[in-house]
């Protein structure tokens, strides 16, 4: 089992940058698919990116592509996204998730993900 906790969440300006973190712990990290997901109020959770376990392959959503990256480090047990070029659209809160894989799987699916993280809030202003 895999503890997660994000951070790193806050108020940007449109067009700006953050980072968010997701330290894991409580189980082999490198076991683990990792994806964000986020969630904007009244609407449903959906699907941000998703990263292999060794790093070496990233998904992400199309609203997204070109914006966020998704950088992994297993030595330090956490997952990062680097969201560059922030929208008002972009405001939400940010779940991280694990996915025990046996390869190098990603996944795109919510159900897929079992363990998750309390979330951190994205506030975008104009």
């Known amino acids: 089992q895999v503890q997660l906790v994000e951070s790193g969440g806050g108020l940007v300006q449109a067009g700006g940058s953050l980072r968010l973190s997701c330290a894991a712990s409580g189980s082999t990290f490198s076991d683990y698919t990792m994806a964000w997901f986020r969630q904007a109020p009244g609407k449903e959770r959906e699907f941000v990116s998703a990263i292999t376990r060794s790093g070496n392959n990233a998904r992400y959503a199309d609203s997204v592509k070109g914006r966020f990256t998704m950088p992994r480090d297993n030595a330090k047990n956490a997952v990062f996204l680097q969201m560059n070029n922030l929208k008002l659209t972009d405001a939400a809160t940010y779940y991280c998730?694990?996915?025990?894989?046996?390869?190098?799987?990603?996944?795109?699916?919510?159900?897929?993900?079992?363990?998750w993280g309390q979330g951190t809030q994205v506030t975008v202003s104009s």
């Open positions: 998730a694990a996915a025990l894989s046996f390869g190098e799987d990603v996944f795109l699916a919510e159900a897929t993900y079992d363990y």
